[in-house]
């Protein structure tokens, strides 16, 4: 429309330019008519003038707009009394173009501004320099670590904390490393990262740092709050069933609260009495070992392996939690392929006494309490001698398989979630591998593998 008004007035004017000039070209050489044609030549010029004027508005107006542009000068008016009709509507199509560009602006100030208290919120200091070492960007947690104002210029950071200045002018463009400085009589640890980014054409280098100092000391809490779960499940494991089989001995030994003399107990008994109290010592004695490494290496003490008889190893681990087995109407099932292995049998033992615990509580109420069933067994496979500690339990869901092997992690609500990960750690102490199949309603099995060494017998 603008187009077909515009072309319509600048052919009106072409016609009467020319009209004037075929007027002017008849009376041409004529004396009598001299001064006409001088009119006509003045109305010419004039029509002429008038003529580039009007083409060249619309130049004039597009460029104030481009400048306007430019110069991002938002205030630019384009008034329509200003122009003609044939105008009107490219001057609107100036004011909306300047609106949105306007709009843009405000929109790119608000998300700026936005993400700038997004990254003032950030518990991580971050500098972004450009090529001039101009600080582009400061946010308020660097300005807090280094104790400094949100400063413009690297230079003049370097007046306000030289160690961190120097520290990072020796730093590669790209780089990961632990800064320890003192910053107005503070130590602090940071962990400094340093990278580079072009955008635009320009190069950008990111400085991000955060003080790992508190982390560090909570991380050492932490620790030693694990260490101390481990050591309370452990001693647990193996105290309670001590003390439920040192219940058993004295049931054996004592009769209406008196002690049995020796005509009293059968040879069956002493016998049974015999092995109780060899296998509590022996629990107690690798209890004793066990926490003592842990107190000294504050990790799980390097295995000690010695040729173990599987068998009775199997026996001493059901014997600690037959009472267990008794109340829930557990059997149970030994299988000696391997007689013999060769690991640290307490540290083995420990292994066996958490997996044995875990196929207890397998069961729950919907098992049949004439089917539950433990299994153990010994045999050896290529390279490696291995014991299988199998359970026809409720077995584990899928998505809980991934994780039962990660410190911490239970599927039981009492649960410390430490005891498959210590006996996975152990089994890799040993140079051989803990490995685990289940399938929910159907039972559990683990898989002990252990390098084999020629036992057998």
């Known amino acids: 429309m603008v187009f077909n008004r515009f072309a319509l007035l600048l052919l009106l004017r072409i016609i009467a330019l020319l009209v004037v000039i075929a007027g002017l070209a008849f009376i041409f050489g004529r004396e009598e008519l001299f001064f006409t ?72 100030e608000a998300q700026y501004q936005y993400l700038k208290n997004i990254i003032d919120h950030i518990d991580l ?138 005509s009293a107990l059968s040879n069956e008994e002493l016998e049974d009495v015999s092995f ?12 004793l070992h066990f926490v003592s490494d842990y107190r000294k290496l504050t990790k799980i003490p390097s295995p000690v392996p010695e040729s173990i008889d599987v068998e009775l190893l199997f026996k001493q681990v059901l ?47 919907s098992s049949a309490s004439d089917t539950r069933k433990i299994l153990l067994m010994s045999e050896q496979e290529e390279e490696y001698d291995v014991i299988i500690v199998k359970d026809n339990g409720c077995g584990i869901s899928e998505d809980k398989m991934e994780k039962v092997f990660i410190p911490f992690f239970s599927t039981k609500e009492e649960g410390s979630g430490i005891g498959l990960s210590l006996s996975r750690q152990i089994l890799n102490l040993h140079g051989g591998y803990l490995e685990m199949q289940s399938e929910e309603g159907k039972g559990t099995e683990f898989k002990l593998l252990l390098p084999g060494n020629g036992l057998s017998i």
């Not at 109780?276 to 209890?287: F, K, M, P, Q, W």
Request: aromatic share 6%; net charge negative; proline share 1%.
């Open 319 to 365: 014997q600690l939690e037959q009472k267990a087995m008794e109340a829930n109407d557990i059997n149970s099932e030994v299988i000696i392929g391997q007689p013999r292995i060769k690991a640290d049998p307490v540290l083995i033992s420990q292994v066996l006494i958490n997996l044995v615990k875990n196929a207890i509580e397998a069961f729950d109420e």
């Open 37 to 108: 044609q001088a009119l006509l030549g003045v109305v010419i010029i004039g029509l002429s003038y008038e003529l580039l004027w009007f083409v060249n508005r619309t130049n004039r107006h597009l460029n104030r707009f481009l400048m306007a542009v430019i110069d991002q000068d938002m205030t630019a008016k384009f008034s329509e009394k200003d122009l003609s009709r044939s105008f009107n509507q490219l001057n609107q199509g100036f004011i909306r173009v300047i609106n949105e560009i306007k709009t843009a602006k405000l929109e790119r």
């Open 125 to 262: 200091g971050i500098i972004s320099l450009n090529d001039q070492d101009e600080i582009e960007l400061i946010n308020a947690k660097a300005a807090e670590l280094l104790s400094i104002p949100e400063v413009r210029s690297w230079q003049l950071l370097k007046n306000q904390n030289t160690v961190f200045f120097d520290a990072i002018q020796e730093f590669d463009q790209v780089s990961n490393k632990l800064l320890e400085i003192n910053i107005d009589g503070a130590f602090k640890q940071l962990s400094v990262t340093t990278s580079k980014l072009q955008l635009l054409g320009k190069m950008y280098r990111i400085i991000t740092f955060k003080d790992i100092k508190t982390e560090i000391a909570q991380k050492e809490i932490e620790a030693w709050h694990k260490l101390i779960r481990i050591l309370t499940h452990e001693i647990m494991n193996s105290v309670t069933p001590i003390a439920s089989m040192t219940e058993t001995v004295q049931m054996m030994l004592k009769e209406e609260g008196k002690v049995k003399s020796n």
């Open 276 to 287: 109780s109290v060899d296998t509590i010592n022996n629990r107690a004695e690798g209890l």
